[in-house]
């Protein structure tokens, strides 16, 4: 049987402790073991926070919202911002050696690096909104 | 209430900091910048940072290591990392920051690498 987790955040960093808090909740109800649980919590604090920080810039009257689905696929997160977007191809890779350095531009990594898929896309009502699964 | 604890210690000229709790974003990275830069302040630029108590850290905790480092060596000194956790390790190994960081799991090695 399939189970959904909504919930809808303001653009503050204390969001992310929430969300977070949130979604190893519903994880540790279905059941799921360290690994995973370190990876779908390491997968929403870092889109929560690109959310927040980049999509809509702090904006408090902009929302985040974070859909936590299981499905025979495994677990999927959704997270949506309301921000002007940015295209995520132009992110610079934070392994090459000039980037090494720098202070920011790691977290779209971690989600690659540690959930199965991540699709990324600008639903109709603007916004970015970034796909994860977790396969089980 | 803040996510991380510092605690400062001198051994000979090398400067231990034993972080316990999260370095993530808000709260526990800028509390490791301001610390970091206190001691560059006061002319304190070996800095040992002992991440044994470091349960969880975010892609912002990272730059924040990477700020701490350039801002050490700026001053013409040196930040190592101590006792990485398991997970801490694969995130720089994960980023490549391994490549960049000198690392230690035992205090002895470490404090002598800065003769």
């Not at chain 1, 279905?30 to 604090?45: E, H, M, N, P, S």
């Not at chain 1, 699709?119 to 699964?133: A, F, H, I, Q, R």
């Not at chain 2, 231990?16 to 301001?34: A, N, P, Q």
């Not at chain 2, 000194?77 to 980023?95: E, F, S």
Request: glycine residues 10%; aromatic residues 6%.
């Amino acid at each position: 049987m399939s189970e959904i987790r909504e919930i809808t955040l303001p653009s503050r960093i204390e969001s992310v402790e929430q969300a977070a808090a949130s979604a190893e909740e519903f994880a540790k109800s279905r059941g799921y073991g360290d690994g995973v649980l370190f990876a779908i919590d390491l997968a929403v604090r870092e889109s929560v926070a690109n959310a927040i920080n980049h999509g809509n810039k702090f904006d408090e009257e902009k929302k985040v919202e974070l859909r936590l689905a299981e499905s025979e696929q495994g677990l999927e997160i959704t997270v949506r911002d309301y921000g002007a977007g940015f295209v995520v191809d132009e992110i610079p890779d934070p392994t090459n050696p000039e980037n090494l350095l720098k202070t920011n531009g790691r977290g779209i990594l971690f989600m690659n690096s540690f959930m199965d898929e991540v699709e990324w896309s600008n639903p109709p009502g603007g916004g970015l909104s970034v796909k994860m699964l977790k396969k089980l | 209430m803040s996510d991380i604890t510092i605690t400062e210690r001198q051994a000979g000229d090398v400067t231990v900091l034993d972080l316990e709790g999260k370095v993530t974003i808000g709260e526990g990275s800028v509390e490791l910048r301001t610390t970091i830069r206190r001691l560059l302040g006061e002319g304190k630029n070996k800095i040992l940072l002992n991440l044994a108590g470091v349960g969880y850290i975010d892609s912002s905790g990272i730059g924040e290591l990477v700020s701490s480092f350039t801002a050490v060596k700026k001053e013409g000194g040196t930040l190592k990392l101590l006792n990485l956790t398991q997970k801490i390790q694969d995130l720089l190994a994960i980023t490549k920051l391994l490549t960049v960081f000198d690392t230690f799991d035992d205090e002895a090695s470490a404090l002598s690498s800065y003769n």
